[in-house]
């Protein structure tokens, strides 16, 4: 099947499912798991050059799902009840169809992840990070939700939702598109992500706007993700450096930040600390 008759026939199948199973809009937000604190901190983990190029440009780069290592994003899992139920409605094509979903919809799908915790992650300052010269951005779900400019084009269609950890082939992923891309293996556990997500499944969706105030920039879509605008001081709460990184380094970012007028605290990460006695 070609990608555009899969794409014709996934429109004609999304109103077909929302007919036979009742997959509304307002059912696929009853999956989408908010932090139930809007206040809720949240890290991301990356190197310098990284952190200089969201300044620099005032964006957040959100990838395209098919770049993403996980060769299980956007699959679906479903108990045996539930299969038997699928098959009955759409019996000839189930396994291609299921087959084909997430190849083809994670082309469409772009998504920037975050690390839900109250405090630093020594785990994913290793992960992520392949030198000293790393950066954490501490900021909040609020801000998170509040930080995309107002004027973007993209701005009402992110949803941000907590990352839900199940077992394939045991537990239920709900038959939607969207709420494919907030469901990762139990192995991935201790990310606890919260992901951003926005689709541009549509033509009408990658269109230059008729409006001039929500006109996408020339280069925000790239072949492996977009690039989304933002206002740093509301998603910025706090700067961290690496725990193995020098003070230089340090005074270096506090520099940079003063140079791009920038209100936000620059810490050298409380892994660095001493013990007390």
Request: hydrophobic letters at 35%; one cysteine or more; charged letters at 30%.
């Given at each position: 099947m070609s990608k555009k008759d899969f794409i014709i026939r996934?429109?004609?199948k999304n109103e077909y499912m929302i007919k036979s199973l009742g997959i509304t809009e307002a059912y696929k937000n009853k999956f989408i798991e908010k932090p139930k604190d809007?206040?809720?901190?949240?890290?991301?983990?990356?190197?310098?050059?990284?952190?200089?190029?969201?300044?620099?440009?005032k964006v957040l780069f959100f990838v395209r799902a098919d770049r993403l290592s996980d060769k299980f994003e956007g699959s679906y899992s479903f108990p045996k009840d539930i299969v038997s139920l699928i098959k009955k409605i759409s019996p000839h094509d189930f396994k291609e169809w299921f087959r084909l979903l997430p190849k083809y919809t994670s082309e469409f799908m772009y998504v920037n992840c975050w690390c839900l915790g109250k405090y630093e992650s020594s785990a994913m300052w290793k992960l992520y990070l392949k030198s000293d010269?790393?950066?954490?951005?501490?900021?909040?779900?609020?801000?998170?939700?509040?930080?995309?400019?107002?004027?973007?084009?993209?701005k009402e269609g992110i949803e941000i939702g907590k990352i839900k950890y199940i077992e394939y082939g045991k537990d239920l992923i709900p038959p939607n598109m969207y709420l494919s891309f907030l469901y990762k293996r139990k192995s991935f556990e201790h990310e606890k992500e919260?992901?951003?997500i926005i689709t541009l499944i549509s033509d009408e969706q990658i269109e230059e706007p008729k409006d001039k105030k929500n006109k996408k920039p020339e280069n925000d879509l790239t072949s492996s993700g977009i690039y989304i605008p933002i206002d740093l001081d509301i998603l910025i709460?706090?700067?961290?450096?690496?725990?193995?990184?020098?003070?230089?380094?340090?005074?270096l970012v506090e520099s940079i930040v003063r140079k791009y007028k920038l209100k936000m605290v620059v810490k050298q990460s409380d892994l660095s600390k001493d013990p007390v006695l």
């Open positions: 996934l429109k004609n809007e206040n809720a901190k949240i890290w991301r983990y990356l190197d310098f050059t990284k952190f200089i190029s969201i300044l620099d440009r010269e790393g950066i954490a951005i501490q900021s909040t779900y609020k801000r998170l939700s509040e930080c995309f400019n107002k004027n973007s084009a993209y919260l992901r951003a709460e706090k700067i961290y450096v690496s725990p193995t990184s020098e003070k230089w380094f340090k005074d």
